[in-house]
């Protein structure tokens, strides 16, 4: 068992990325199968009134904090987390994991062009082994079910799923019984745009500074505003709300 705290009704472990990747290793190895998931200022938002997303989450095996401004409020609350996990740099991590073990990764998600560049760059740095599958992001909830069982047909060790939320925290806890051969099952977010050079990531200082969110908003400001500037204040007056009702 990890040390889990609870803020605004979401479970977070108390874990560092080193601590994660141990977990997930030996978890792996024993052959049991791990759900992992992230969350975020957003995401806490959101689950506050979507109860499926907070199920979803919450009975997730690990609950990361990918969100400095997560790990600002755990502190702010009087139970500090270790330090950020962001989900993009602990994926990284996993696939270079997948080919030092021989275990293969199926890509779900984004646009046609986003995820086939993602597996074209992982097949030169890695070896084409690596690939068990892949599929873009577009679907109906028709189609779901034949999706889950496509992965598990795959003979996948590693799934990682870049939709947004709460579809994909959703999709993966509905058909986790289809997936349960699957050792991991991740969210990942916008991470493939990343990983295919479509979205550049915020310099290292920025990032350490908390400022992630800001730089994300400021290349396409018109999409971003209401999640980051509306979603952050709404955290914000959350977790003063919380801390001070106690």
Request: with cysteine; aromatic share 10%; glycine share 6%.
């Amino acid at each position: 068992m990890t040390d889990r705290i609870q803020i605004l009704n979401t479970a977070i472990d108390n874990l560092s990325m080193q601590e994660t990747l141990a977990l997930v290793q030996e978890k792996i190895h024993a052959g049991e199968q791990v759900h992992h998931v992230v969350v975020n200022a957003g995401k806490v938002v959101a689950m506050q009134k979507d109860l499926e997303l907070r199920h979803s989450v919450n009975q997730c095996h690990i609950i990361n904090a990918d969100g400095q401004s997560v790990v600002w409020a755990s502190r702010f609350l009087g139970k500090p987390l270790k330090e950020r996990v962001a989900g993009i740099d602990l994926m990284a991590s996993l696939v270079e994991m997948a080919h030092k073990n021989n275990n293969k990764i199926f890509l779900f998600g984004a646009k046609e062009e986003i995820v086939k560049e993602v597996v074209e760059k992982y097949s030169e740095i890695y070896s084409p082994e690596i690939i068990a599958g892949y599929r873009n992001g577009y679907f109906t909830s028709s189609d779901e079910k034949a999706i889950a069982q496509q992965i598990a047909d795959s003979g996948t060790q590693m799934l990682f799923v870049a939709i947004s939320s709460p579809i994909k925290e959703n999709f993966l806890y509905k058909y986790r019984d289809i997936l349960k051969n699957v050792n991991l099952i991740m969210g990942v977010g916008g991470s493939f745009d990343v990983i295919a050079g479509k979205t550049k990531r915020a310099p290292a200082w920025m990032q350490n500074a908390g400022l992630e969110w800001f730089y994300r908003f400021a290349q396409e400001p018109r999409r971003m505003w209401k999640r980051y500037l509306v979603g952050n204040s709404k955290f914000i007056y959350l977790v003063i709300k919380e801390r001070f009702s106690n």
